[in-house]
């Protein structure tokens, strides 16, 4: 008695996804990502964009396992290689 139950490990579990994102750009928490739907064409794309700098992006997601935490890293990527136009400043 009394004794514990192992309490299993769970891996799958649902991540709090942050509504906000850390910009590559500015460096600011402001990064919003949104999944938009296409019903008609059944496309999915995500929206990014930064409400400090001005950023803005849009891509395809391809899969339905590709949440915002998802489209985030691929955006990060994408910043990085230069696919990513950057706002001008001034
Ligand atoms: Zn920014």
Do not use: H
């Amino acid at each position: 008695m009394g004794r514990r139950r192992r309490r299993r490990k769970i891996i799958r579990r649902v991540p709090k996804i942050p509504s906000v994102f850390q910009c590559p750009n500015c460096g600011a928490n402001t990064l919003l990502i949104d999944i938009i739907k296409d019903k008609e064409k059944k496309t999915r794309k995500a929206v990014i964009r930064c409400a400090s700098c001005g950023l803005y992006y849009e891509m395809e997601l391809e899969s339905d396992i590709m949440d915002k935490a998802y489209a985030y890293g691929l955006f990060i990527d994408k910043f990085y290689s230069g696919e990513v136009p950057v706002p001008e400043e001034e």
